[in-house]
């Protein structure tokens, strides 16, 4: 889609309801409810994070948005792709200047060129005890990505279309951080899996999306 036309439907999010859960349980993992219920006390004292869903024109004018690889470590979270992003810091104004700073520090982008467009619903995610809160922001200009080499493997550029597209919606296994497999919804992109939390977030997103476009 050429990103004009994307950037003239877009800021008409502005205006709409959430889907919130709705959305999210599309592509929820099927213990997710369980866990989520037995995380509910813990859950009262969760670290806070913000990211970015961040939208830009590439080089032929059609539009893209961008995720990340992160990188093998130990923790629950290890090389799995999601938004950029991170965790709350004192120093923060708000979420929204925590998902800006952090997607600056993780992929190079300026916040001098990011305009938010709305925030999304916030969600909880056991494992790692964390409720993050998901930002929506274009960049009228496409970005000079610059990965942080510590902390992600690789920059993904996705394209709008593959993203709406529905037949990169699938179920296949994954492992978890419990040491099993199970069978999760997730999407294709770039041939990446993405599953879990993040996948949850961009249902919300590509809801969205398909009431303006």
């Known amino acids: 889609m050429v990103f ?9 999010i502005k205006h709409l309801e959430l889907f919130g859960e709705l959305s999210h349980a599309k592509m929820s993992p099927p213990y997710r409810l369980e866990l989520a219920k037995k995380m509910q006390a813990k859950a009262k004292s969760a ?6 869903a961040l939208f830009y024109p590439n080089a032929d004018f059609n539009t893209n948005f961008v995720l990340i690889l992160r990188k093998t470590y130990k923790g629950v979270h290890s090389a799995q792709v999601g938004f ?15 998902a800006m700073r952090e997607t600056e520090e993780e992929v190079g982008v300026p916040t001098s060129i990011l305009n938010i467009i709305k925030p999304m619903s916030p969600l909880y995610i056991p494992p790692s005890n964390f409720i993050v809160h998901p930002f929506l922001a274009v960049s009228e200009c496409k970005p000079l990505f610059r990965k942080q080499e510590d902390e992600v493997e690789d920059i993904i550029e996705v394209s709008l279309l593959d993203f709406l597209n529905d037949r990169n919606v699938l179920m296949t296994r994954v492992p978890t951080s ?14 990446h899996i993405v599953w879990g939390a993040t996948a949850m977030m961009l249902s919300e997103l590509k809801d969205l999306l398909k009431q303006v476009l």
């Open 178 to 191: 419990y040491n099993v497999e199970v069978e999760v919804p997730a999407f294709k992109l770039n041939d």
């Open 84 to 98: 950029p992003g991170g965790k709350y810091e004192e120093g923060d104004n708000d979420l929204m200047t925590t």
């Open 47 to 52: 670290k806070k994070a913000g990211v970015l």
């Open 4 to 12: 004009n036309s994307f950037l003239d439907a877009v800021v008409k």
